[in-house]
């Protein structure tokens, strides 16, 4: 019996830097092609790239005639350049689903129209997708009550528009299956009439192994913080924090992930701090690991986030989490952070500096609470399994009759 095929709609890869998401479908791919399943992704040139980097067995079917340019996302030029490109893309692989056929499995890898869509119209009949993500509601992006709507709410738009049909259009499917990263996603998605039994939560993944192949070492930083510098990550209420800590605590000393600098450093050097802070740059994952081992704390200030995976990055590296108490956090990290009421900066600055203060003596939260369970849930094995069983429940692994 031939391998089932498993076609990604990966339309929204549009640079070799990838993302949280990408990860995702990259983890999974790997997964269905140890299973035996033959792998065809649709996208453009990064994407080829991408998964040629990856070493991912698989075809490509190509969706555009060239990488797109690198554009100014924030700035409107940018978002019509990005559209375009995506609209582009969407009718290339219109053009090109001949190539899958009833038999096989397509999975869109994000809620978004140009890889829904085209999974929907696709002859597969077995179809999966994923939702990473809610998308702010109409009201919300109306007057502005969620950090992450801009300023122009034309993107804000974009996005609950695309993922409003794209749900609606994928759960009217025959025989669907749809991943979602996040427990709170459940009511809104049996509203859309998708059963129990159509639905799968998939943590976003860690990479336990990797982190436990790290040596301990000695923490030589207060405090560690990653992110990118957009208004829903709480900038603000995290350099104040910075300041209190440095005047409170002799011989303070922090470090930024990521490519911040040249955003971040001015303003650091405004208020002081630029002799406390150190910038790691971009770096590879068993460097991150290691800064974040080498870190006593890490502050999460951010105003709004999904379900992210740096706060389990934090966790399985033993370092401490002091976050604001928003709504997405504790269904999915429960007991393991140290949460502080929302955006009360006062109580945040103290929270922090209580922690700093308890793990410079060795009193570490986390060393009382359940790791090796927070582990096994959220490792890429854990969630590459649950991939695999979806697939096969649809009557479609590699031991089962095709329908």
Not at 192 to 210: D, K, N, P
Not at 272 to 283: A, I, P
Request: glycine share 8%; proline share 5%; charged share 25%.
């Amino acid at each position: 019996m031939p391998s089932p095929k498993l076609h990604f709609i990966t339309n929204g890869v549009f640079s070799t830097s990838i993302a949280g998401g990408d990860i995702h479908f990259l983890k999974l791919a790997e997964a269905a092609a140890r299973a035996g399943y033959e792998l065809n992704f649709f996208g453009g040139h990064a994407l080829q790239k991408v998964i040629e980097e990856h070493k991912l067995h698989g075809t490509v079917t190509l969706t555009d005639h060239a990488a797109m340019p690198k554009v100014n996302q924030g700035a409107l030029t940018g978002q019509l350049a990005m559209f375009r490109d995506f609209l582009g893309r969407y009718r290339r692989t219109l053009a090109q689903l001949r190539v899958i056929a009833p038999g096989d499995f397509v999975y869109a890898v994000s809620d978004y129209w140009f890889d829904v869509l085209p999974a929907v119209r696709a002859s597969a009949r077995r179809k999966l997708m994923v939702l990473h993500m809610e998308a702010p509601t109409f009201n919300q992006i109306l007057h502005r009550k969620r950090p992450d709507v801009d300023p122009m709410r034309l993107a804000s738009f974009h996005y609950w528009a695309s993922q409003e049909w794209s749900l609606r259009r994928f759960c009217a499917c025959p025989s669907k299956h749809i991943f979602h990263l996040h427990p709170n996603m459940v009511p809104r998605l049996k509203e859309h009439g998708v059963l129990e039994r159509e639905m799968t939560y998939l943590s976003y993944g860690l990479e336990v192994a990797a982190t436990e192949a790290v040596p301990d070492g000695e923490r030589t930083y207060d405090v560690v913080w990653i992110g990118r510098v957009h208004r829903q990550k709480g900038i603000e209420d995290l350099l104040t924090t910075l300041e209190y800590l440095a005047g409170r605590l002799k011989g303070f000393k922090a470090i930024f992930i990521g490519n911040v600098r040249e955003a971040l450093a001015p303003e650091l050097a405004a208020r002081g701090l630029d002799k406390h802070v150190e910038f790691s740059g971009f770096v590879r994952e068993a460097e991150k690991i290691r800064i974040f081992k080498a870190s006593r704390v890490f502050l999460m200030p951010s105003r709004h986030e999904g379900s992210p995976r740096v706060i389990g990055e934090s966790i399985i590296a033993g370092t401490p989490v002091v976050a604001y108490d928003i709504p997405n956090y504790r269904p999915v990290f429960g007991e393991f952070i140290r949460y502080v009421p929302a955006f009360n900066l006062d109580a945040y600055r103290l929270a922090a500096e209580d922690e700093v203060r308890r793990m410079r003596i060795g009193e570490n939260y986390l060393l009382h609470l359940d790791l090796d369970r927070f582990k096994h849930d959220n490792s890429w094995e854990t969630t590459q399994a649950k991939f695999l069983g979806a697939l096969q429940r649809m009557d479609g692994g590699p031991n089962g009759a095709q329908s």
